[in-house]
């Protein structure tokens, strides 16, 4: 491999993480999106849990966690492509409250986001009361947050907005309607802005299926 290897899926919010980090890193790579159904055997060969992001460096290492690939990408490689971008990208990332935030995200909203979602795979499980307690765990306190500073980095974002907004995409897509009417207007301005960047719009070029293309590079970030 001449560059590192990023093995996708498009509409993954933890795959979305991903290329936006190494676009915004200005990091060459190859990808590959992966069909779900039938999983490359080269990616189940480096990483049998068979999700996506998985990213093979070039070195033979191999990072099957989004937030690994976040820091690959800003704290190490960044810093050589972009170093004054990729630094603010990442250290505003690595505050307390940011870091809770993430936690938060990948843990709480996440739990609540699937059992919304997907209530077919949880036969149990109310939808509508797992929908409630996302508001009130997640999304109101993150309006609380973002009435504050546009962004999770301040003025300009950071590594945390985008490794939240992917999952609050998803959720605002389960019922646009409904999502229209809770009392969060700095979540939907901000929701509005990554929806729009050209950033996420880059990222989500589609890609042949079970091909490794290079992905192209994003002169805007």
């Known amino acids: 491999m001449t560059k590192p290897l990023l093995y996708t899926y498009r509409r ?26 039938e999983k490359p055997p080269d990616m189940l060969a480096i990483s049998p849990k068979g999700t996506v ?12 966690q989004s937030w690994d690939i976040m820091r690959w990408a800003l704290a190490q490689q960044g810093l050589e492509q972009k170093p004054e971008q990729a630094k603010h990208w990442w250290e505003k990332a690595q505050t307390t409250e940011n870091l809770a935030w993430l936690a938060k995200n990948d843990g709480v909203f996440k739990h609540h986001l699937d059992r919304y979602k997907y209530p077919q795979r949880y036969a149990n499980e109310d939808p509508i009361s797992h929908r409630d307690q996302a508001c ?12 504050r500073s546009m ?14 907004f992917p999952f609050v995409r998803q959720f605002a897509a389960v019922a646009p309607d409904w999502f229209e009417q809770v009392h969060t207007p700095a979540v939907r301005a901000w929701l509005a802005f990554w929806l729009a960047s050209p950033l996420f719009q880059h990222c989500m070029l589609k890609l042949p299926s ?5 992905f ?3 002169s805007g970030a």
């Open 12 to 37: 993954c919010p933890y795959a979305m993480r991903a290329r936006m980090a190494l676009l915004i890193a200005g990091i060459p790579f190859a990808a590959m999106e992966v069909s779900l159904r």
């Open 210 to 214: 079970q091909t490794v293309c290079d």
């Open 53 to 64: 992001p998985v990213l093979h460096l070039t070195s033979g290492e191999v990072l099957a």
């Open 151 to 164: 962004f999770l980095g301040g003025d300009s974002p950071c590594a945390t907005d985008i490794a939240l």
């Open 136 to 147: 009130a765990e997640f999304l109101l306190p993150l309006e609380s947050c973002l009435q």
């Open 216 to 218: 192209p590079m994003f």
